[in-house]
């Protein structure tokens, strides 16, 4: 590799981005397609398209900055803002849907029987499995963070080469230095225990159970709609229930994704306990996630019912 | 001069304070539940009845009050009645 001097990025040419936008164009029309004459070839195609461009992109991306050194710190900021922004996003999507249930739901329309739910619309009691999602998202959090803090806690980067600054410098001049600050390797006589064991070990269990917490609440949601009374096409209750509720949960299904990714990083010691912005990102998204099911738990399920 | 005998009272709904917006379309679709109450309770020639049927007779566009005449009969209408 040759010597750069500065501590940008510049990336080579990629197909993922024109074979992505192809993805979402075929998905989108596939969608349509699908919804008007139960065709669904077109949109699966359209999904597969998506999926492929998402696993080789990140693919490239974890080879970028774990494998070659890529992510300097001016490069992670770059990143970590880009991954705020697109929470934000994200929020405004949601609040776009949440602006939808309270227009319905403030004033009910005379058509639903001026109540809310709308006559005949038997809601889903907020005590029972609604709350004992609740649960375990928030215990998601609290593993989640266990994990988080059992890396940060973790050993340090064994110092690089006189000359380099390790993964964080902002010089990648060699990439065989970064792959050498990994945390926890087998010989570091200072790995330190914590609650009995290594750090390693708490960071493995940690985000282990935040994965298996989120693959319960979706098997437990997906029972939920299997139960329900209603269904989207009942009343503006079902619609905005549903684009909510739906809405989130592929959004729990992408975070799920983006946990069990950081946990085979994890698994193959891809985290310092300096530099873990895979992680940090998807502890962010899982936060967010657990945020907007907190809004839906107190709004949709309980005032709503 | 016979103004006394030819005197015609107009009174329309009075304001209601339970709906002061603008937009008076619950105020119409609650005298027209009361209504149907009222009947379900009393009967239809009970007297006190009539004012709200009076009221949505005011308040209501025609088109609506047959509407929803009609999911009365079906036991379609969208009210706790």
């Given amino acids: 590799m040759s010597l750069v001097y500065h501590p940008y990025h510049l990336v080579d040419p990629s197909p993922w981005p024109f074979v992505g936008a192809s993805g979402a164009f075929l998905f989108t029309s596939g969608a349509v397609i699908l919804f008007h004459y139960n065709d669904y070839r077109l949109a699966l195609t359209g999904l597969f398209l998506i999926i492929i461009t998402a696993s080789a992109w990140w693919r490239d991306v974890i080879r970028e900055g774990t494998h070659q050194g890529h992510h300097t710190q001016v490069v992670v900021r770059g990143l970590k803002l880009g991954m705020l922004l697109f929470i934000l996003s994200e929020v405004c999507l949601f609040l776009a849907f949440f602006w939808a249930f309270f227009h319905s739901s403030l004033a009910p329309s005379v058509e639903l029987g001026s109540v809310w739910p709308p006559l005949g619309i038997e809601a889903l009691d907020p005590f029972a499995v609604p709350l004992l999602n609740t649960t375990i998202l928030l215990s998601s959090g609290a593993t989640v963070t266990w994990a988080h803090h059992a890396i940060i806690g973790g050993p340090a980067p064994i110092s690089a080469p006189k000359g380099t600054q390790g993964s964080e410098g902002p010089l990648p001049s060699n990439g065989a230095t970064t792959s050498s600050s990994l945390l926890s390797t087998p010989n570091d006589q200072r790995a330190p225990t914590f609650l009995g064991t290594d750090f390693r070990t708490n960071a493995v269990i940690g985000l282990l159970m935040t994965v298996l917490l989120g693959i319960i609440f979706t098997g437990l949601q997906a029972f939920e709609y299997k139960e329900a009374s209603f269904a989207i096409s009942d009343s503006v209750y079902g619609s905005t229930f549903f684009m909510l509720t739906g809405t989130h949960g592929l959004h729990v299904l992408v975070g799920t994704t983006f946990l069990i990714v950081c946990f085979i990083r994890l698994l193959s010691n891809q985290f310092t306990n300096s530099h873990h912005l895979g992680l940090e990102a998807a502890i962010w998204y899982w936060h967010f996630v657990d945020v907007v099911w907190l809004f839906l738990y107190v709004f949709v399920y309980w005032w709503g019912s | ?81």
């Fill in chain 2, 1 to 81: 001069m016979s103004e006394e005998k030819e005197k015609i009272v107009l009174k329309t709904a009075p304001f209601d304070n339970r709906f002061p917006n603008t937009n008076q379309t619950k105020n119409c679709w609650q005298n027209y539940v009361d209504y149907q109450r009222c009947i379900k309770a009393k009967g239809e020639d009970f007297e006190a009845c009539q004012y709200f049927k009076r009221i949505y007779r005011i308040m209501c566009p025609n088109h609506w009050v047959e509407q929803w005449d009609e999911q009365v009969e079906n036991g379609t209408f969208a009210g706790r009645i």
